[in-house]
Every structure is written in structure tokens, then in C-alpha cells.
């Protein structure tokens, strides 16, 4: 049945706008969403194919074939509406509407994620929980977050965050929460707001219609949250706490010793705390995330001695799912922070992501769902059927229990017996997902299974990656195609798992220097088009057995393809490299007329783009030179074209022409180093997020006397006494040497640690005489933190690039995601 009007209600059980990450298909409903780079409703027919009954799609969007098809779609509801998610937003906002018990919203910069896992750790005992899966905090994540509210549970737990104006009005109409916390105010964001002030005024809107409000109060004169929330909501209780005065509001007292903290809050003109709880924790910023969580759960009627024992549960959470290279050519998925069964819904696709390695899951009970267990288990067991897992393991007697609901299960009762049962070492070349609570320590699974080989890792964050790539397409509107370049390793950051995410995507092109790194993509099920921009004569049977597009640059290549197309009776897709003023590869002006009627000659070579090679559009003083390029390319291409007969793809703009030059973007542009968050455009660097984090570890801490040197040829010297860290990094990791001698920093614990001596091969000193707080078991970080990868190139005198490209394979590569 196709309806034009928005559903009343729903049948699914599940909603989805990713076509990709459908589990249960007959309980789905889908909502095709055309956007900017994408449209869903290109994937219907297949999902009905699949077995969805429940779509919801957009009036713009519905007509051609898919709309005349869909007419005889049996036991089908189509729904047409003007807008896809502002139904689903709609939708959520009505079912949220039938349920009565508390719900609790929790913003702010930062700490979102943490309190909200770790408030419900602190009430689970008492209430039966629903909560925001994993970060869904946006326009979409929060109504999907939503439909999970259910009769049986009868406390709510939801995160919500915005990037610009307007948005949180539309959250707190699907929320309507009636308690509030609002964490940390920072940064993030900011260059969406015209002062701190509106954005903070924007956030603050999500607590129109509370009733309490917990929040830090950090300035006692001027209480910027009390002042908006008077005018927001003057019926909202207010109850901010502070570390400063006893005597105003809810005093907190923190008391750290090493790497743990004892909290203390006083209610103004009492003498004993209502609530008293140690951490096992001493940074300001879990201090402040645990003690709003304290006082609200304090408030919700947790008494004072179960937050005592409950507190202590609370533990540092990584709020990344990490994707590490293991041992027998494994790759693991670290997702075991989030063990309920919406997470686990959530992280079961990953597992299908590369389809050349067997699937596995490793699993521990489920810990305090408040899911009857019968029940739990039966859903998990079809979550598991339904994704299609090759081998599933299971730790801890609820699983035993349970493990007739699954097709195929190993038990065992602890990580230990599943440890020592030598079963992992069976496992190879697979992809492996560990759901594991953290009474069952998955970490030791982890330490089993990681490859070790190296204490310095790589970590490349792919949701930073997923914004800056949509940040460029809004960037180049709808009619401008994108190519990504993935040569050299995807600049050091890994090409299987870069390519992966760009294919999923939707990019247009991707870009290699050389066939060998093409034919790799491709054995890894990479299927989006490539070009390749350094082919040889000796290597073409292997670009059109991979479906490769060479770059042809010169006319001795041209006419080599040529001949072995007319051999090969083949058909070929090139793309003509024109040299417009960076002397290194491609025809040049003179060359324009008889590369034109030497392309008319050749029909079965089909040119599927002309590109040309910008010397200096990151350069403003050669703007004049930028722009002569660009007019000759555009010259050059249109010649070509007329002898062609047909029009192609015309790109020539990088990274830095994207922002820096409109009438570069053509038919297509290139994006390449911008893509990982660097630039030096000061109007791009507050919009793109930072992807990579060069990690080490500290090997050993040295007390160093006045007179005593440090490093090779004695270079290093303190100017008195003092100490110093040896990192596990070196310039064969790709730390270059020329930041030694205090010129690079290390980022420990917050504190900008400089290089003393020389770089060596393997190790590097620093000097922490000024920071008596680092221990051998901190991280050391060479750029992602404070230090960023641009600065730190300009101090060792060389380019990002480099640097990048530099970082050794030893170093292992940490995929991270929320």
C-alpha cells in the first residue's frame, strides 16, 4: 500500500536510514533520505528483495521505475512525505510521548558519552534502563535512540549534541526530559556559534521543560548557566555544585591520591556529605563527570552507601571501538566498553566489512540489562543468526544457560578457561568482534590475540575521517564528483581501511601512484573506480584485469596503450595529464592539437577524465601563477574535448585549491591530505577534525645529576638537575631526527614534554624535570593532542606529507570509531 501522508504508527521493531546495517529485515522500517552525496532511495528495490515491508521515502525522490515497481509490492507500507527525517524525528517524538517513566538529557562539549554510561551503572541496580546506543546524539541518532523505549523499562538515559543553531529545539520536542545534566562547555563546535554565549544559550534550550538541572559551577560571580536558565526555564530547580566556596550551593571536595580520588559533596550549612564515594580515577575531568553523576543519581533516590559501593565501578571508558591488527592475520574489533544489546547491534556489521576473512564473535553475559534472560538471550542468538557469523564463543554461565537459543556456540565459563583452552590460537585470518562486560577483563582476550610487536601505534579515528569527507561535499555541492587520493599507503594511514570507508561512502574516484597498490585494492574488495598515476608499458595486463584506469602523461605511453588495446581487442578507460606549469608529469601546451587528433584516431580508448596538477594553490603570493594554470587547463581540456567529440571529467584541484580556488573544482576535484584534518587555510583548520594520533610509551624514567650527558655524541644536557623519559619511538618509526634537541615535544599527561639529544633509531629522550606527576605507565603522544602533525612539520623544517608517509609499518595502526 503507497500512503502520501506520514505513518500514524509503525510495525518494526527497528528503524534504519543505513541500507547497510539491516538485521532483521520483516521487522525494519527504512527511511530513504536524498541528501547532498547520497540517496537511499537507490537501495528499495534491493531491501524489499531482502524482506523489508515498512518504507518511508521523500515526494522528490518518488517517481520513475522504483515508484511504478513498488505498485506491486506485496505486504508493503510506502509512506511519502516531504521529508524522511523530520517523520522519523516526528515519529520518535510520539512514541517517546507514551511512555511516563523518568527520562534524563545529558549535553555539553564533552563527557557526554561517559555520563551517561556511567550514570547507569550507578542506577542499574534500581531501575530497568534504556539509553542512547554508543554517541547517537544528533538529529538522527537521538529518534533512533528513541524507538528502543519500551513498557518494561522505567528509566531513560539519552545524550544530545548539536553542531549548529536550531538543532537542539527540534531534540528537546522528540526528548522532553524531566532531569538534565549538563557537562564540561568547551570548544568543540565553536566555529558554528557567533559567541560562546549563543552556543551556550542553543544547548541550554534541551532544558526548557525539565525540572532539575546538574551542572558544575565554575565562576561563583558569574553563573552563566543560572543567568540563561531563568529566562529558558525559571521553573527548572537549578542545582549547581562548586569546588570553590563551602558556603554556596552544593560544596564538592575532591581528594586525589595517585590514580584514584575520593568525592565529597555538602549541602550549604550541613556538616556531613551526602554523598561520599571514591574513583579509581584523579583527572579533572572525570572527577567532574562522576560527580555530576553522583548528585543526579543522588537525586533519583539512590542512597548515599549503594553510590559508596556503586562508585567504585565506575572506571576510564574508551569511547572508541578500536580495530587492531592481531596475530595469523586477524584483525580485532575492541568493542567491548558497551555491552548491551543495542551496542551489539550496532558493532555485528563490522564483521562483514572485509569479506575475504571469516567472521567471529567473542561474547560474555550480558551484565544488569533488566531483559528477562530467556528473552535477552533468544534476541542475541537471532542478532547473531541474522548477520550470518561464522563462529560464535560465548564466557560466563548465562551464556551456558542459554546456548540452546544459538545455531552454533562454544561455551566456557571465564576468560581464563577460554584463554587457556589454546582455542584462539586456531583462529586465523579473521575478523573478530569482542563484546565483553568488564567483570570478564576482555582485555586479557585482547593482549592474547593483539600482534605486540611494537609499543607505538598509529591511531587513525575514521568518524574524523567521515566528517571531514562530508564537510568537503558540502564544500563542492551536488555536481562536483569527488576522487580521493589512497597512494603511498593512504599516506601512512592504512589503504585496505581507508579505501573501505571512503568506497561506503560514495566517493567517485580513487587515486593511486602505482598498479601494484590498485591490484592490492582490489584483492581486498575495493571496487570503486582507480586511477593509476604512474603505469607501465610492462604492467597493462594487469590494469585491465583489475579493472585499473591508467594516467597517460606522454605520447611514447599513449601510443604503447594503443597498441595493446588493438592486441587485446580491449576497450580502456585513461585519463590525459596535462603539464600546466608544475614540470613534472603530463603533455604540455605545444602538445594540446596533436594529442587531440591522436585521441580521435583511437576509439577504443575512452578518456574518462583530463586533469592537470596545481604547483602552488596553498601558496597566496603565487595566486596570479594559480590562476594562469587553471585558465590554460581549462583551454587544453576544451581542445581536447572538440577532437574528442564528447565531453569527460575535468579536475584540478587539490586539497588546498578545494577552499582556496571555486573555479578550480571543474567536474571533479582531489582531495587528499585535507582529508586527515591538515591544512593551512586558518579558514578550514576550525571546521575539519584532526584524524591522527601518534602514540608511545614511556620505557624507563631517569634521575639525571648536573654533570651528566644524554644521548649520542653527549648533545644532550640539562641545565640542571633534573629527569628525563626514554620514549619508544625513534626515526626508524618515522619520528624525524631533526626534532631533536628540544625542538619536537611530546604530549604526557597534558604536559608538553621537549626532546633532549639526539632522535635515535629506535627510542627518544625527553625532559620532565618540570613534571613530577609522569609515571612509566603514561602515554606519551607525538601529535594528535596538544601538538598538532602541521606544526609539528613546520618545526622539523619539512611538510605533513612527509612525516606521514614516514611513519614506519612497525607501527601499528589502531582504527578507532564511536
Not at 296 to 317: E, F, Q, T, Y
Not at 659 to 686: C, E, F
Not at 705 to 721: D, F, H, K, V, W
Not at 776 to 791: E, H, N, P
Amino acid at each position: 500500500m503507497i500512503q502520501h501522508k506520514a505513518p500514524a504508527h509503525l510495525r518494526a521493531a527497528y528503524l534504519s536510514l543505513d541500507s547497510r546495517t539491516i538485521y532483521e529485515p520483516a521487522k525494519t522500517a527504512f527511511f530513504a533520505v536524498h541528501g547532498l552525496n547520497h540517496d537511499g532511495h537507490q537501495y528499495l528495490e534491493s531491501l524489499y528483495a531482502k524482506g523489508v515491508r515498512e518504507f518511508i521515502v521523500e515526494e522528490s525522490a518518488w517517481h520513475g521505475a522504483i515508484a511504478e515497481k513498488a505498485v506491486s509490492w506485496e505486504q508493503t507500507n510506502i509512506y511519502v512525505v516531504e521529508n524522511s527525517i523530520a517523520t522519523l524525528q516526528e515519529i520518535a517524538k510520539h512514541h517517546r510521548e507514551q511512555f511516563q517513566y523518568p527520562l534524563i538529557a545529558i549535553t555539553g562539549s564533552n563527557g557526554k558519552t561517559i555520563c551517561k554510561e556511567w550514570l547507569a551503572i550507578l542506577c542499574n541496580s534500581s531501575f530497568t534502563i534504556t539509553k542512547s546506543p554508543k554517541s547517537y546524539n544528533s538529529q538522527i541518532g537521538v529518534p533512533l535512540s528513541l524507538w528502543a523505549m519500551q513498557e518494561k523499562h522505567t528509566l531513560g538515559i539519552f545524550e544530545a549534541g548539536i553542531s549548529q543553531k536550531g538543532e537542539m529545539e527540534r531534540i528537546e520536542t522528540m526528548l522532553k526530559p524531566d532531569y538534565g545534566i549538563f557537562t564540561h562547555f568547551g570548544e568543540a563546535h565553536g566555529s558554528n556559534f557567533s559567541s560562546d554565549e549563543e552556543k551556550l544559550r542553543e544547548k541550554l534550550i534541551l532544558f526548557k521543560n525539565a525540572k532539575k538541572l546538574v551542572y558544575r559551577i565554575k565562576d561563583l560571580q558569574n553563573d552563566a548557566i543560572k543567568t540563561i536558565m531563568q529566562e529558558i526555564n525559571p521553573s527548572c530547580e537549578l542545582i549547581g555544585w562548586n569546588t570553590i566556596s563551602p558556603d554556596k550551593g552544593l560544596f564538592t571536595f575532591w581528594q586525589t591520591k595517585g590514580k584514584s580520588a575520593h568525592i565529597k559533596v555538602i549541602k550549604a550549612a550541613q556538616s556531613e556529605a551526602f554523598i561520599d564515594s571514591h574513583i579509581d580515577m584523579s583527572d579533572e575531568a572525570s572527577l567532574e563527570n562522576a560527580t555530576n553523576c553522583l548528585v543526579l543519581a543522588s537525586i533519583l533516590g539512590i542512597s548515599r552507601d549503594i553510590l559508596g559501593i556503586k562508585s567504585r565501578a565506575l572506571k576510564p571508558i574508551s569511547m572508541r571501538l578500536e580495530m587492531k591488527e592481531g596475530l595469523r592475520g586477524n584483525t580485532l574489533i575492541d568493542d567491548s566498553y558497551n555491552n548491551d544489546v543495542d551496542g551489539l547491534r550496532l558493532a555485528l556489521p563490522l564483521l562483514q566489512k572485509n569479506k575475504q576473512k571469516k567472521s567471529v564473535l567473542i561474547l560474555s553475559d550480558f551484565i544488569e540489562t533488566g531483559i528477562p534472560e530467556k528473552d535477552l538471550y533468544a534476541e542475541v542468538a537471532s542478532l547473531v543468526r541474522h548477520q550470518k557469523i561464522d563462529r560464535v564463543i560465548g564466557v560466563g554461565e548465562h551464556i551456558i544457560r542459554n546456548k540452546v537459543n544459538f545455531d552454533s556456540i562454544d561455551v566456557y565459563h571465564t576468560t581464563e578457561d577460554l584463554i587457556s583452552s589454546g582455542v584462539l590460537n586456531t583462529i586465523n585470518n579473521s575478523q573478530l568482534l569482542l563484546k565483553g562486560a568488564r567483570k570478564f577483563n576482555f582485555e586479557k582476550l585482547v593482549h592474547a590475540l593483539e600482534n605486540k610487536t611494537h609499543r607505538t601505534q598509529l591511531e587513525v579515528n575514521l568518524d574524523a575521517i567521515k566528517h571531514n569527507l562530508t564537510y568537503f561535499k558540502k564544500s563542492i555541492g551536488p555536481d562536483t564528483k569527488l576522487m580521493v587520493m589512497v597512494k603511498a599507503f593512504a599516506y601512512g594511514t592504512g589503504a585496505i581501511e581507508i579505501a573501505a570507508l571512503l568506497q561506503n561512502s560514495g566517493v567517485d574516484y580513487l587515486t593511486v601512484a602505482y598498479t601494484d597498490e590498485g591490484v592490492y585494492l582490489r584483492k581486498h574488495g575495493i571496487y570503486v573506480p582507480i586511477m593509476v598515476m604512474n603505469p607501465t608499458v610492462e604492467e597493462f595486463d594487469k590494469l585491465t584485469e583489475n579493472g585499473l584506469e591508467p594516467e597517460i602523461y606522454s605520447f611514447d605511453l599513449l601510443k604503447a596503450i594503443d597498441e595493446y588495446s588493438t592486441q587485446q581487442n580491449k576497450n580502456i578507460k585513461i585519463h590525459i595529464k596535462l603539464d600546466t606549469g608544475m614540470k613534472r608529469l603530463g603533455f604540455e601546451s605545444s602538445e594540446i592539437e596533436e594529442l587531440g587528433e591522436n585521441l580521435a584516431q583511437m576509439p577504443q580508448l575512452w578518456v574518462a577524465s583530463i586533469l592537470s596538477h596545481l604547483a602552488a594553490a596553498d601558496s597566496p603570493q603565487h595566486g596570479e601563477f594559480t590562476e594562469k594554470q587553471i585558465d590554460q587547463f581549462s583551454q587544453a581540456a576544451t581542445e581536447i574535448e572538440k577532437s574528442l567529440g564528447y565531453q569527460t571529467i575535468k579536475h584540478i584541484a587539490n586539497s588546498a585549491a578545494i577552499q582556496n580556488y571555486p573555479s578550480a573544482r571543474q567536474d571533479m576535484v582531489r582531495l587528499g591530505i585535507s582529508l586527515y584534518g591538515i591544512t593551512g587555510n586558518p579558514n578550514v583548520k576550525n571546521k575539519i577534525e584532526n584524524v591522527l594520533t601518534l602514540k608511545t610509551s614511556i620505557s624507563q624514567i631517569k634521575n639525571i645529576a648536573p654533570e651528566e650527558s644524554i644521548g649520542y655524541g653527549r648533545r644532550g644536557n640539562l641545565t640542571g638537575p633534573g629527569r628525563i623519559a626514554t620514549l619508544a619511538i625513534g626515526y626508524a618509526d618515522g619520528y624525524s631526527r631533526a626534532l631533536g634537541m628540544g625542538k619536537g615535544h611530546f604530549e604526557i599527561k597534558g604536559h608538553l614534554c621537549p626532546t633532549v639529544g639526539s632522535i635515535c633509531m629506535d627510542m627518544c629522550m625527553v625532559d620532565i624535570s618540570q613534571f613530577p606527576d609522569i609515571s612509566v605507565s603514561d602515554t606519551a603522544i607525538a601529535f594528535g593532542g596538544k601538538i598538532q602533525l602541521y606544526d609539528l612539520a613546520k618545526q622539523a623544517e619539512t611538510i605533513p606529507y612527509e612525516l606521514m608517509t614516514n611513519i614506519s609499518e612497525r607501527v601499528k595502526r589502531v582504527y578507532v570509531t564511536q
